[in-house]
Protein backbone atom coordinates (compact mmCIF):
# COMPACT_ATOMS: atom_id res chain seq x y z
CA UNK A 1 0.00 0.00 0.00
CA UNK A 2 1.44 3.62 -0.55
CA UNK A 3 0.63 6.47 1.86
CA UNK A 4 -2.89 7.25 0.14
CA UNK A 5 -4.06 4.07 0.09
CA UNK A 6 -3.35 3.27 3.85
CA UNK A 7 -4.89 6.56 4.93
CA UNK A 8 -8.18 5.89 2.83
CA UNK A 9 -7.90 1.68 4.58
CA UNK A 10 -7.12 2.90 8.31
CA UNK A 11 -10.14 5.65 7.47
CA UNK A 12 -12.28 3.05 6.07
CA UNK A 13 -11.40 1.29 9.50
CA UNK A 14 -12.74 4.01 11.48
CA UNK A 15 -15.95 4.41 9.68
CA UNK A 16 -17.04 1.18 9.89
CA UNK A 17 -15.90 0.97 13.86
CA UNK A 18 -18.05 3.89 14.50
CA UNK A 19 -21.18 2.67 13.21
CA UNK A 20 -20.02 -0.72 14.80
CA UNK A 21 -20.06 0.99 18.37
CA UNK A 22 -23.81 1.64 18.14
CA UNK A 23 -24.92 -1.67 17.59
CA UNK A 24 -22.59 -2.65 20.20
CA UNK A 25 -23.73 0.11 23.04
CA UNK A 26 -26.73 -1.14 22.60
CA UNK A 27 -26.45 -5.18 22.53
CA UNK A 28 -27.87 -6.99 25.18
CA UNK A 29 -25.51 -8.93 28.37
CA UNK A 30 -26.77 -11.95 26.48
CA UNK A 31 -25.58 -11.33 23.23
CA UNK A 32 -22.36 -9.74 24.49
CA UNK A 33 -21.78 -13.56 26.22
CA UNK A 34 -22.70 -15.42 23.54
CA UNK A 35 -20.15 -13.89 21.28
CA UNK A 36 -17.79 -14.56 24.22
CA UNK A 37 -18.63 -17.66 24.80
CA UNK A 38 -18.91 -18.48 21.48
CA UNK A 39 -15.48 -17.20 20.83
CA UNK A 40 -14.10 -19.50 23.53
CA UNK A 41 -15.33 -22.30 21.56
CA UNK A 42 -13.38 -21.48 18.27
CA UNK A 43 -10.29 -20.81 20.36
CA UNK A 44 -10.68 -24.25 21.32
CA UNK A 45 -11.59 -26.23 18.02
CA UNK A 46 -8.82 -24.45 16.22
CA UNK A 47 -5.68 -24.81 18.04
CA UNK A 48 -4.28 -26.76 15.05
CA UNK A 49 -4.43 -23.97 12.62
CA UNK A 50 -3.37 -21.31 15.02
CA UNK A 51 -0.33 -22.88 15.48
CA UNK A 52 0.28 -23.30 12.24
CA UNK A 53 0.18 -19.77 11.44
CA UNK A 54 1.68 -18.75 14.61
CA UNK A 55 4.97 -21.02 13.29
CA UNK A 56 4.88 -19.10 10.11
CA UNK A 57 5.34 -15.62 12.84
CA UNK A 58 7.85 -17.83 14.72
CA UNK A 59 9.98 -18.75 12.08
CA UNK A 60 9.80 -15.60 10.62
CA UNK A 61 11.31 -13.68 13.70
CA UNK A 62 13.74 -16.55 13.82
CA UNK A 63 15.52 -16.17 10.70
CA UNK A 64 15.55 -11.84 11.33
CA UNK A 65 17.44 -12.65 14.61
CA UNK A 66 15.44 -11.56 17.11
CA UNK A 67 16.05 -12.13 20.84
CA UNK A 68 14.77 -15.80 22.26
CA UNK A 69 12.61 -13.89 24.84
CA UNK A 70 11.26 -11.48 21.85
CA UNK A 71 10.06 -14.84 20.43
CA UNK A 72 9.00 -16.66 23.41
CA UNK A 73 6.53 -13.73 23.60
CA UNK A 74 5.34 -14.73 20.09
CA UNK A 75 4.43 -18.47 20.42
CA UNK A 76 0.46 -19.33 20.86
CA UNK A 77 1.32 -22.96 22.84
CA UNK A 78 -2.43 -25.06 23.60
CA UNK A 79 -1.89 -23.51 27.14
CA UNK A 80 -2.14 -20.03 26.26
CA UNK A 81 -4.83 -21.18 24.15
CA UNK A 82 -7.08 -22.12 26.77
CA UNK A 83 -6.09 -19.86 29.38
CA UNK A 84 -7.42 -17.12 26.43
CA UNK A 85 -10.59 -19.48 26.32
CA UNK A 86 -10.75 -19.62 29.79
CA UNK A 87 -10.70 -15.68 30.40
CA UNK A 88 -13.26 -15.46 27.39
CA UNK A 89 -15.66 -17.42 29.46
CA UNK A 90 -14.85 -15.73 32.58
CA UNK A 91 -15.63 -12.45 31.37
CA UNK A 92 -19.00 -14.14 29.68
CA UNK A 93 -19.85 -14.34 33.23
CA UNK A 94 -19.05 -10.78 34.94
CA UNK A 95 -21.85 -8.44 35.95
CA UNK A 96 -22.35 -5.91 32.59
CA UNK A 97 -21.76 -2.65 33.55
CA UNK A 98 -23.29 -1.24 30.71
CA UNK A 99 -26.84 1.05 31.76
CA UNK A 100 -26.02 1.09 35.20
CA UNK A 101 -27.04 4.14 36.77
CA UNK A 102 -25.67 5.84 40.00
CA UNK A 103 -26.12 8.34 42.70
CA UNK A 104 -29.54 8.89 41.14
CA UNK A 105 -30.91 11.56 43.90
CA UNK A 106 -34.37 14.00 44.39
CA UNK A 107 -33.28 18.02 43.66
CA UNK A 108 -35.29 20.61 45.27
CA UNK A 109 -36.80 21.31 41.81
CA UNK A 110 -38.28 18.32 41.59
CA UNK A 111 -35.96 16.57 39.17
CA UNK A 112 -34.18 13.50 39.49
CA UNK A 113 -30.25 13.50 38.87
CA UNK A 114 -27.51 10.56 38.52
CA UNK A 115 -25.57 9.14 36.20
CA UNK A 116 -25.18 6.38 33.64
CA UNK A 117 -22.33 4.16 32.45
CA UNK A 118 -21.78 3.76 29.41
CA UNK A 119 -19.23 2.70 26.50
CA UNK A 120 -16.41 4.89 25.47
CA UNK A 121 -16.98 4.21 21.88
CA UNK A 122 -13.96 3.22 19.47
CA UNK A 123 -10.59 2.75 20.91
CA UNK A 124 -7.29 2.16 19.18
CA UNK A 125 -5.42 -0.53 20.43
CA UNK A 126 -1.52 -0.54 19.28
CA UNK A 127 0.76 -2.84 20.64
CA UNK A 128 3.88 -5.43 20.30
CA UNK A 129 5.06 -9.30 20.53
CA UNK A 130 1.86 -11.04 21.83
CA UNK A 131 -0.51 -12.26 19.90
CA UNK A 132 -2.19 -13.25 22.78
CA UNK A 133 -3.42 -9.26 23.46
CA UNK A 134 -5.78 -9.39 20.12
CA UNK A 135 -7.97 -12.35 22.09
CA UNK A 136 -8.10 -9.76 25.34
CA UNK A 137 -8.26 -6.60 23.84
CA UNK A 138 -11.22 -7.85 21.95
CA UNK A 139 -13.09 -10.05 24.61
CA UNK A 140 -12.74 -6.68 26.74
CA UNK A 141 -14.22 -4.44 23.94
CA UNK A 142 -16.72 -6.76 23.65
CA UNK A 143 -18.06 -6.73 26.64
CA UNK A 144 -17.46 -3.37 27.40
CA UNK A 145 -19.81 -2.85 24.89
CA UNK A 146 -17.14 -0.43 22.82
CA UNK A 147 -15.99 -1.32 19.32
CA UNK A 148 -12.01 -1.55 18.66
CA UNK A 149 -9.15 -1.37 16.34
CA UNK A 150 -6.41 -3.09 17.21
CA UNK A 151 -2.85 -3.06 14.93
CA UNK A 152 -0.27 -5.38 16.26
CA UNK A 153 3.11 -5.57 15.68
CA UNK A 154 4.39 -7.10 12.55
CA UNK A 155 5.95 -9.65 14.28
CA UNK A 156 3.01 -11.22 14.73
CA UNK A 157 0.77 -10.58 11.52
CA UNK A 158 0.33 -14.05 11.00
CA UNK A 159 -0.90 -15.12 14.51
CA UNK A 160 -3.17 -11.82 14.97
CA UNK A 161 -5.05 -12.24 11.64
CA UNK A 162 -6.27 -15.64 12.55
CA UNK A 163 -7.10 -14.71 15.98
CA UNK A 164 -8.91 -11.73 14.59
CA UNK A 165 -11.12 -13.81 12.19
CA UNK A 166 -11.92 -15.73 14.63
CA UNK A 167 -13.10 -13.07 17.22
CA UNK A 168 -15.25 -11.72 13.88
CA UNK A 169 -17.11 -15.00 13.05
CA UNK A 170 -18.09 -15.50 17.10
CA UNK A 171 -19.17 -11.50 16.45
CA UNK A 172 -21.18 -12.46 13.65
CA UNK A 173 -22.52 -16.09 15.14
CA UNK A 174 -24.14 -13.66 17.73
CA UNK A 175 -25.67 -11.59 15.63
CA UNK A 176 -23.48 -8.58 15.99
CA UNK A 177 -21.55 -6.65 13.58
CA UNK A 178 -18.06 -7.76 12.64
CA UNK A 179 -16.57 -4.36 12.77
CA UNK A 180 -16.70 -4.36 16.05
CA UNK A 181 -13.28 -5.41 16.38
CA UNK A 182 -10.70 -4.94 13.45
CA UNK A 183 -7.34 -5.82 12.79
CA UNK A 184 -5.02 -3.75 11.04
CA UNK A 185 -4.24 -5.89 7.98
CA UNK A 186 -0.64 -4.16 6.67
CA UNK A 187 2.38 -3.89 8.66
CA UNK A 188 3.47 0.15 7.65
CA UNK A 189 4.00 2.38 10.09
CA UNK A 190 2.06 5.23 8.76
CA UNK A 191 -1.33 3.20 9.55
CA UNK A 192 -0.32 3.96 12.78
CA UNK A 193 0.29 7.87 12.36
CA UNK A 194 -2.85 7.44 10.67
CA UNK A 195 -5.09 5.89 13.51
CA UNK A 196 -3.75 8.04 16.20
CA UNK A 197 -4.89 11.04 14.26
CA UNK A 198 -9.09 10.17 13.73
CA UNK A 199 -10.90 11.81 16.81
CA UNK A 200 -13.56 11.72 14.07
CA UNK A 201 -13.67 8.33 14.20
CA UNK A 202 -11.69 7.09 17.40
CA UNK A 203 -12.60 8.20 20.89
CA UNK A 204 -9.10 6.50 22.78
CA UNK A 205 -6.03 4.99 21.92
CA UNK A 206 -4.07 2.45 24.37
CA UNK A 207 -0.77 1.73 23.37
CA UNK A 208 0.90 -1.25 24.80
CA UNK A 209 4.49 -2.12 24.50
CA UNK A 210 8.04 -0.94 24.61
CA UNK A 211 8.72 2.92 25.75
CA UNK A 212 9.26 4.63 22.49
CA UNK A 213 6.31 2.85 21.32
CA UNK A 214 4.42 4.69 23.96
CA UNK A 215 6.72 7.45 23.48
CA UNK A 216 5.72 8.42 20.10
CA UNK A 217 2.04 7.38 20.42
CA UNK A 218 1.55 10.00 23.19
CA UNK A 219 3.48 12.65 20.99
CA UNK A 220 1.56 12.47 17.90
CA UNK A 221 -1.45 11.51 19.12
CA UNK A 222 -5.03 13.63 18.46
CA UNK A 223 -7.03 11.70 20.59
CA UNK A 224 -6.81 10.93 24.58
CA UNK A 225 -3.94 8.34 25.15
CA UNK A 226 -4.73 5.60 28.45
CA UNK A 227 -0.52 4.75 28.96
CA UNK A 228 2.11 4.24 31.86
CA UNK A 229 5.96 5.03 30.29
CA UNK A 230 7.78 2.94 32.81
CA UNK A 231 7.38 0.61 35.52
CA UNK A 232 9.51 1.74 38.42
CA UNK A 233 7.85 -0.13 41.14
CA UNK A 234 9.32 0.23 45.22
CA UNK A 235 9.23 -2.16 47.53
CA UNK A 236 10.25 -0.26 51.14
CA UNK A 237 11.14 -2.48 54.00
CA UNK A 238 9.71 -0.45 57.39
CA UNK A 239 10.53 -0.60 60.77
CA UNK A 240 9.18 -2.19 62.11
CA UNK A 241 8.44 -4.98 60.08
CA UNK A 242 8.36 -9.26 59.93
CA UNK A 243 11.72 -9.71 58.63
CA UNK A 244 10.72 -13.27 56.88
CA UNK A 245 7.81 -11.82 55.54
CA UNK A 246 9.82 -8.70 54.14
CA UNK A 247 12.31 -11.24 52.56
CA UNK A 248 9.57 -13.61 50.91
CA UNK A 249 7.63 -10.49 49.19
CA UNK A 250 11.06 -8.13 48.13
CA UNK A 251 12.33 -11.78 46.54
CA UNK A 252 8.65 -12.27 44.75
CA UNK A 253 8.00 -8.68 43.61
CA UNK A 254 11.77 -9.04 42.48
CA UNK A 255 12.45 -12.48 40.94
CA UNK A 256 9.39 -13.84 39.85
CA UNK A 257 9.26 -12.79 36.50
CA UNK A 258 11.98 -9.68 35.50
CA UNK A 259 10.01 -8.27 32.39
CA UNK A 260 7.06 -7.07 34.00
CA UNK A 261 6.21 -3.14 34.55
CA UNK A 262 4.79 -4.52 38.00
CA UNK A 263 8.30 -6.12 39.02
CA UNK A 264 10.43 -4.02 42.17
CA UNK A 265 13.09 -2.43 40.57
CA UNK A 266 13.70 -0.49 44.11
CA UNK A 267 14.65 -1.61 47.25
CA UNK A 268 14.34 0.93 50.22
CA UNK A 269 15.17 -0.68 53.96
CA UNK A 270 14.59 1.44 57.13
CA UNK A 271 17.76 1.97 59.06
CA UNK A 272 16.12 -0.07 62.08
CA UNK A 273 15.79 -3.27 60.39
CA UNK A 274 18.53 -3.19 57.59
CA UNK A 275 21.33 -5.00 59.53
CA UNK A 276 18.78 -7.47 59.96
CA UNK A 277 17.03 -7.61 56.33
CA UNK A 278 19.53 -6.97 54.05
CA UNK A 279 22.08 -10.26 54.45
CA UNK A 280 19.14 -12.12 54.54
CA UNK A 281 17.45 -10.84 50.76
CA UNK A 282 21.40 -10.13 49.69
CA UNK A 283 21.95 -13.99 49.87
CA UNK A 284 19.00 -14.79 48.18
CA UNK A 285 19.42 -11.78 45.28
CA UNK A 286 23.12 -13.80 45.29
CA UNK A 287 22.08 -16.74 44.74
CA UNK A 288 19.59 -15.65 42.17
CA UNK A 289 22.29 -13.58 40.15
CA UNK A 290 20.73 -10.40 40.92
CA UNK A 291 22.92 -7.54 40.59
CA UNK A 292 22.28 -4.97 43.45
CA UNK A 293 23.11 -1.06 43.14
CA UNK A 294 23.59 0.50 46.11
CA UNK A 295 23.81 3.63 48.22
CA UNK A 296 27.12 3.59 50.29
CA UNK A 297 25.13 2.39 53.84
CA UNK A 298 23.60 -0.52 51.91
CA UNK A 299 26.85 -1.30 50.29
CA UNK A 300 28.43 -1.57 53.40
CA UNK A 301 26.01 -4.42 54.74
CA UNK A 302 25.71 -6.45 51.58
CA UNK A 303 29.23 -6.37 50.65
CA UNK A 304 29.67 -9.24 53.63
CA UNK A 305 27.18 -11.26 51.93
CA UNK A 306 29.35 -14.42 50.06
CA UNK A 307 28.89 -13.86 46.28
CA UNK A 308 27.03 -11.16 46.39
CA UNK A 309 27.24 -8.67 43.23
CA UNK A 310 27.30 -5.46 44.99
CA UNK A 311 28.01 -2.01 42.94
CA UNK A 312 27.30 1.77 43.77
CA UNK A 313 24.31 3.45 42.46
CA UNK A 314 24.80 5.93 40.34
CA UNK A 315 21.07 8.95 40.30
CA UNK A 316 20.07 7.54 37.34
CA UNK A 317 19.57 4.11 38.92
CA UNK A 318 17.17 5.48 41.30
CA UNK A 319 14.56 6.28 38.30
CA UNK A 320 15.56 3.25 36.33
CA UNK A 321 13.48 0.72 34.81
CA UNK A 322 15.68 -2.50 34.45
CA UNK A 323 13.85 -5.73 33.39
CA UNK A 324 16.45 -7.33 34.58
CA UNK A 325 18.15 -9.20 37.09
CA UNK A 326 19.04 -5.50 38.57
CA UNK A 327 17.75 -3.52 41.50
CA UNK A 328 18.53 -0.48 43.19
CA UNK A 329 19.13 -0.29 46.88
CA UNK A 330 19.14 2.14 49.30
CA UNK A 331 18.81 2.81 53.16
CA UNK A 332 16.20 4.89 54.51
CA UNK A 333 16.00 6.64 58.15
CA UNK A 334 12.60 5.63 57.81
CA UNK A 335 8.89 6.45 56.35
CA UNK A 336 9.15 9.79 55.39
CA UNK A 337 12.22 9.25 53.62
CA UNK A 338 10.99 6.79 51.71
CA UNK A 339 7.70 8.21 50.75
CA UNK A 340 9.84 11.17 49.35
CA UNK A 341 12.09 9.43 47.75
CA UNK A 342 9.32 7.00 45.83
CA UNK A 343 7.02 10.02 45.20
CA UNK A 344 10.43 11.53 43.72
CA UNK A 345 11.92 9.02 41.74
CA UNK A 346 9.11 6.27 41.25
CA UNK A 347 7.09 6.23 37.60
CA UNK A 348 3.69 6.31 40.08
CA UNK A 349 2.72 3.04 38.59
CA UNK A 350 3.22 0.79 42.22
CA UNK A 351 5.04 0.51 45.75
CA UNK A 352 4.38 -1.47 48.21
CA UNK A 353 5.14 -1.06 52.16
CA UNK A 354 6.05 -4.31 54.30
CA UNK A 355 5.39 -3.17 58.11
CA UNK A 356 3.71 -3.82 61.37
CA UNK A 357 2.99 0.04 62.41
CA UNK A 358 -0.85 0.67 60.99
CA UNK A 359 -0.45 4.05 61.13
CA UNK A 360 2.68 4.09 58.82
CA UNK A 361 0.65 1.56 56.44
CA UNK A 362 -2.16 4.34 56.29
CA UNK A 363 0.23 7.00 55.55
CA UNK A 364 2.15 5.19 53.05
CA UNK A 365 -1.67 4.39 51.07
CA UNK A 366 -2.48 8.09 51.29
CA UNK A 367 0.99 9.70 50.41
CA UNK A 368 2.22 7.53 48.10
CA UNK A 369 1.30 9.20 44.61
CA UNK A 370 1.24 6.06 42.56
CA UNK A 371 -1.55 4.15 40.47
CA UNK A 372 -1.61 1.03 42.95
CA UNK A 373 -0.23 1.51 46.63
CA UNK A 374 0.20 -2.07 48.62
CA UNK A 375 0.75 -2.72 52.34
CA UNK A 376 2.39 -6.15 52.77
CA UNK A 377 1.96 -7.84 49.46
CA UNK A 378 4.38 -8.22 46.44
CA UNK A 379 3.90 -5.05 43.40
CA UNK A 380 3.59 -8.33 41.56
CA UNK A 381 -0.25 -8.20 42.15
CA UNK A 382 -0.62 -4.87 39.96
CA UNK A 383 -2.34 -6.91 37.28
CA UNK A 384 -6.29 -6.65 35.77
CA UNK A 385 -6.95 -10.42 36.61
CA UNK A 386 -5.34 -10.62 40.08
CA UNK A 387 -7.66 -7.16 41.07
CA UNK A 388 -10.66 -9.19 39.85
CA UNK A 389 -11.30 -7.53 36.47
CA UNK A 390 -11.37 -10.55 34.42
CA UNK A 391 -8.45 -9.16 32.57
CA UNK A 392 -6.74 -5.68 31.98
CA UNK A 393 -5.96 -4.17 28.27
CA UNK A 394 -3.12 -2.24 30.28
CA UNK A 395 -2.56 -0.15 32.82
CA UNK A 396 -2.34 3.43 33.29
CA UNK A 397 -0.14 6.03 35.38
CA UNK A 398 -2.68 8.60 34.27
CA UNK A 399 -4.66 10.84 36.52
CA UNK A 400 -7.82 11.43 34.90
CA UNK A 401 -10.58 8.88 33.48
CA UNK A 402 -8.46 5.62 34.50
CA UNK A 403 -5.94 4.48 36.73
CA UNK A 404 -4.09 1.37 37.47
CA UNK A 405 -5.15 -2.11 35.45
CA UNK A 406 -7.82 -1.20 32.99
CA UNK A 407 -10.39 -3.61 32.77
CA UNK A 408 -14.02 -3.56 31.69
CA UNK A 409 -14.68 -0.09 33.70
CA UNK A 410 -11.90 1.59 32.22
CA UNK A 411 -13.66 0.93 28.74
CA UNK A 412 -16.62 3.16 30.09
CA UNK A 413 -17.48 6.28 31.45
CA UNK A 414 -20.34 8.13 33.19
CA UNK A 415 -22.72 10.49 31.57
CA UNK A 416 -25.55 12.46 33.46
CA UNK A 417 -29.06 11.61 33.38
CA UNK A 418 -31.84 13.84 34.64
CA UNK A 419 -35.52 12.42 34.85
CA UNK A 420 -38.46 14.82 35.61
CA UNK A 421 -42.40 15.17 35.57
CA UNK A 422 -42.66 18.17 33.59
CA UNK A 423 -40.65 20.48 35.99
CA UNK A 424 -39.35 23.44 34.28
CA UNK A 425 -36.36 26.02 35.60
CA UNK A 426 -37.81 29.24 37.64
Known sequence: MNALNIAEYVASLGLQARAASARMAAASAAEKGQALRGLAALLRGNVESLQRDNAKDIERATAAGLSAPMVDRLKLTPKIIETLAVGCEQLATMPDIIGEVVGMKQQPSGIRVGQMRVPLGVF???????????????????KSGNACILRGGSEAIESNKALAKLVQQALVDAGLPAEAVQLVQTTDREAVGKLIAMPESVDVVIPRGGKSLIERISREAKV???????????????????????????DNAKTQKYS???????????????????????????GKGVEMRCDPEAKAILAQVRGANVQDATEQDWSEEYLAPII????????DEAIAHINRYSSHHTDAIVTRDHMHAQRFLREVDSASVMVNASTRFADGFEYGLGAEIGISTDKFHARGPVGIEGLTSLKWIVLGDGEIRE
Not at 128 to 136: C, Y
Not at 328 to 335: E, H, L, R
Open 260 to 286: PCNASEGLLVARGVAKAFLPEIGAIFA
Open 328 to 335: SVKVVAGI
Open 124 to 142: GMIFESRPNVTIEAASLSI
Open 224 to 250: PVIKHLDGNCHTYVDDPCDVAMAVRIT
